[in-house]
């Protein structure tokens, strides 16, 4: 019986174990607020501001970063899937380069996307993203869709981001 | 026309051995027995209640699935609807089945889980009721079937390995009925089977050869007996058929299987290193491949080439190895045309290959079959080792096929499962050795003429699968432990009708 006590016990705290992860996307699985500040520094974005009714992209990205920059390009190419998406490229990467990533991509012709800095880190906070290329998609209730990391095909956020 | 007569129109030999109690009507005796039979309806309780208490703790101890990046080629298939693919495509075609009734990867691991021992409870209860066992054996062979943690882990995989276990299984009870009492529906099963299983894995190649020497046993009306090899051989031949045209339309050369090109290429390089090889004597378009090949074994230090790692696939796995690079380099493919790269090399690897082995017959049996015949015996843990390759994340493919937030997964312990697995391999040796034995003997002092004849026949049948099964295994794909769970079921349920059947003998 006694045994059988301590087996019980054991399952439980391996039980809580995988909770652990489950709790950390409880913080995210509603957009959760922080800020960002656009490239030339006129606008700042609340996140708890941001309206229902468009799914949301957030792209953490490095301008330095070569996946980032294919994911840029491929996902630039299929802007017409993604014309109903708030699109936010987040960094805390150089601003220097910040500027020339922006133009480069000509990012400030596109109406529905906004680069920013993560000046406070409170994206990085947030999300503690482990590397580059990461992204946060929000459906249009603002509820959390998917989390990917690291460089992907354009069409399984163009998916996820129908669903 | 009533269950009796049917049987006795199609085997009309059956008539002496025919039981006077078979039912007209209602439940067959072997569900009666099932049912009713005093001494074996504890088990009929038992088994949910074991089973289901089992996997609701392991899917807690271990929420996700496994997988091997051959798992991703069998989701690349289910989310592609691919028609041709480096393995098999039908374990894509029962994942998408699957992903159409749920996306949860927990619904796929039950369905494998509850399918693989539900083919071994039919087996359990067909050696109850047709061999009556001891009380002894049967509750080891109830520990052994139910209380096995080889099939959960086997069935936690996105591997067709569950499936194909199944199938080999059902396969080899309906011998054991057909032995008893033969009927039509079994032979039909069993070409169903045998074309469905060659979907699954090609391993089921060498099932017609088991099919045709259980119609040699059976020893009655052939013509009847031979349907299911017939409709079994047909099936393979179509689904072959139609796979050398997909891939075709895919890689531009007629090939049955890719993935089989690749690994003779694999299987001759293993001996690369010993042996003189007469590039004049090779074949025009795989000169330069034996150029990469010869570059390998000059700059790779020994150190990183450990051909024993990887358990006799070493040269399809690391990506640097000859096969890979020559790929690379001829056909720089992106991962979404993987196949097609693998496919258009695919020929030029066969007659490499071939060519090699071909120079070489002597260093081809010492330094790959021989290894191979060792691994076949005690098998390398390979998946079993470690869960997911140590990883705690997935690849978006995965993540998106069982619609996970994110990529992340957990796991009790990655290592716990090499530990618990590593006495299998030495277990597999001993009952290798004893079954091999105790049927020498038999057949040396004459006792397996004496034994029952419906017995005997499983017996032998058992044996010609066990046979070929080493056959394949060893001399054409790599031998890891998960390759060997139906020899792994067999192998004792026929030690113990040996040793503890009160109706062994006639």
Redesign the interface.
Known sequence: MRNIMVYLFALSLAACHFRVDRKQLSHIRQLPGFRIISVDSTQCINTENIANGHPTIFFYFDPDCTHCQRLTKELLQHITQLRDTKLYWVTNGDEELLKRFYKFYHLDTMRNIMVGKDYEYSFYRTYLPPAVPYMAIYNDRKNLVKIYKGEIDVNSIVEAVRE | MNQRSTILTLFPGLHKNFPANYPEKGPSLFVQFIIKEKAYKMYGYFIPIVLAAQFI?FK??Y?FPDLLPESYNYIDTASQHLAANVWPVGYGKFLWLTHCVSHSDTFLIAIQYFSLEAALVYLFYTILYLYRPGHMARNILFVLLFVNPLFLYLSNCILPDAIFATLSIVFIVQFCWMFHRPAISQVVIQGLIIGLAFTISFAAIFFPLVSVSGILLLKRKPMTSSIGWITGTILIIFFSLYTIQKTKESTGSAQFSVLGSWQLANNALYMYGHAKVDTDRLPKETRILDRTTKQFFEDIPPVQRDLTSFAGAFFLIVPYSPLKVFMDRQYKEEA?KQFEAWGKVAPIYAAYGKALIRQNPGAFIKYFLGPNIKNYFLPPLEKFEIYNLNYN?VP?IV??WFDY????I?V?SATFQGRLFYPYRFIFLALNVYFWGCLTWFLFTGKLKQMRPDLRRALILGSCFLILHFGFNVTAAPVVLRSQVVPMILLPAFCLLLRHSKTVYA
């Open positions: 703790l807690i101890l929420p979404p994340d978006t993540q998106d937030i994110t990529p992340d957990a009790i």
